[in-house]
């Protein structure tokens, strides 16, 4: 499966190659990313079975659980493979009903970090993405100047390596770059959530990584009459088809698209064989086209 994922090619983030197929941890915790899974070997074993398919990137955080993705992600893969680059985020916080509450003060932003380290067993985190919080569903405007103050300082002190930002506008982006290095921008973005177009190209000019989460369309997975009758002819799953689409995209995409299964994570590794023809492209691009004129009328 590595010569697979070598298929759809590696981006650097921040300066490690990373296969551009990677996987998101997010959904081995409990229902609505809160509590343990209900099989926690299966979730070990989802976990091995990226690595031994040549996954090198996996997203996660201490948020999500809380503390259970990554407590998973050390039990299974600790000592970690010398080529493995773990991203985490920080800036919010679980209650004791699961909601998501912003947590972007220095203490807080600290207090993260350092729950990161303990939980995955790491003397230094290797990026570490600050998710603005302004509104849980979506980017919304508001200075992110103190945060990334605070993470700037920490990076300073070696606990550190990378910084990149989730849940952002294109402004935010910018006022970050004057405080720090950005290597990479993980906001919503799938075949028919197509907000961020102008602002990945901007990126892939500029070199920097753009990770885009719910890339199968999260908890309400992309259903398209049109998306599953082009599956049908090139002999793929819809969601195959979504992800190939994305890494035909731009190559400064990072898929990590989550799984709770071996078998939907072998499913969502296959897309980076899948060659999309420009015309089936085209269609493809008309899904989301049509789909986000739809909701600007909604």
Known sequence: MTQTLLSAGTF???????????YGAMQLAGPH?????????????????????????????????????????????????QDLTLVTKVGAVRDAQGAWLPATSADALTAAVHDNLRHLGLDRLEVVNFRAMFDVFGPAEGSIEAPLTA??????????????LSNVTAAQIAEAQRLCTVVCVQN?????????DALIDELARDGIAYVPFFPLGGFSPIQST??????????ATPMQVALAWLLKRSPNLLLIPGTS?????????????????????AELEAIGTTDAVDAKRA
């Open 12 to 22: 650097l983030l921040g300066d490690r190659p990373v296969n551009r197929l990677g």
């Open 33 to 81: 990313v809160f509590g343990p899974p209900k099989d926690r070997d299966a979730a070990l074993a989802v976990l091995r079975a990226a690595i031994d398919a040549g996954v090198n990137h996996i997203d996660t955080s201490d948020f999500y659980g809380p503390h259970i993705t990554n407590q998973l992600i050390r039990e299974a893969l600790s000592p970690y493979p």
């Open 151 to 164: 993470l700037a300082t920490l990076q300073q002190q070696g606990l550190i390596r990378h910084i990149g």
């Open 188 to 196: 919503q973005y799938n075949l028919v959530h197509r907000r961020d």
């Open 226 to 235: 049109a998306l599953s009758q082009i599956a049908a002819r090139v002999a």
């Open 261 to 281: 299964s071996v078998g939907h994570l072998r499913e969502n590794l296959a897309a980076a064989q899948l060659d999309l023809s420009p015309s089936v492209m």
